[in-house]
């Protein structure tokens, strides 16, 4: 079965410094990564993507995310992060079930940042 | 371009009642999913919908069903609400797809149902 795994589950870095946010997926075949990000009270936002191709992938404010299929990882890193990255986030694999196609969402790191 | 949108924002019901949530989705999309997502926790899925039809389903009871309309906007119904029930229900809609590609999906602000 599909699954995904962030170990960490509440990370605290200081303002500027960089980040690395674990995430180790579960699938049979070639699988679509997703990073996600939520804040507060809010719904995701899709920070960035992978399909094929290139294993590192650039995404939104900053962010880039490196395909290591040998590893099963998929982790998401930025060099230097602001105070406004603390949220949630959360890595996905999208699975396809028929032509449908439901994203599984690991449980989640909670981001704080030290100012 | 509008994104998704729900509605209500926050809903509190009682146990045994039901509940209707609503979501319009993104401008050309024609498949929308919902999910579940309790209190620290990632969002579950639910079940899919496309060209009106459920297209996929998660581990959830009958008791959860669905709706799509011709302009794609969708809703989810829940019956005989329990505690447990009490969650941020997320509404995503995703692009027309080729084949069975996995694509992205845009997640509405979602609506907050509490289960007294």
């Known amino acids: 079965a599909q699954s995904v795994t962030q170990p960490d589950i509440h990370i605290t870095v200081s303002e500027g410094a960089s980040l690395e946010l674990r995430c180790n997926y579960s699938?049979?075949?070639?699988?679509?990564l997703f990073w996600y990000v939520q804040s507060p009270g809010q719904g995701l936002q899709l920070l960035l993507k992978?399909?094929?191709?290139?294993?590192l992938v650039q995404g939104i404010k900053g962010f880039e995310a490196e395909f290591k299929r040998s590893q099963s990882s998929f982790n998401l890193r930025k060099p230097s992060v602001h105070w406004s990255d603390a949220a949630e986030y959360f890595c996905a694999v999208g699975a396809g079930y028929s032509s449908a196609s439901k994203i599984i969402f690991g449980s989640g790191t909670r981001l704080s940042i030290r100012p | 371009e509008t994104g998704v949108t729900q509605s209500p924002t926050h809903l509190i019901k009682t146990r045994g009642q039901q509940v209707t949530l609503r979501c319009s989705s993104q401008?050309?999309?024609?498949?929308v999913s919902w999910y579940q997502q309790a209190l620290g926790q990632g969002p579950q899925f639910i079940f899919q919908?496309?060209?009106?039809?459920?297209?996929g389903r998660g581990n959830f009871p009958p008791r959860f069903s669905g709706l799509q309309f011709p302009n794609y906007s969708s809703e989810l119904n829940v019956n005989a609400l329990e505690l447990d029930d009490s969650a941020l229900y997320l509404c995503?809609?995703?692009?027309?797809?080729?084949?069975?590609?996995?694509?992205?999906?845009?997640f509405g602000p979602g609506t907050r149902l509490t289960v007294t």
């Open positions: 992978y399909f094929s191709g290139d294993t």
């Open positions: 699938y049979g075949a070639t699988p679509y």
């Open positions: 995503a809609s995703s692009p027309p797809q080729p084949g069975t590609v996995t694509g992205e999906q845009y």
């Open positions: 919908y496309y060209r009106e039809e459920e297209n």
């Open positions: 401008s050309g999309h024609n498949t």
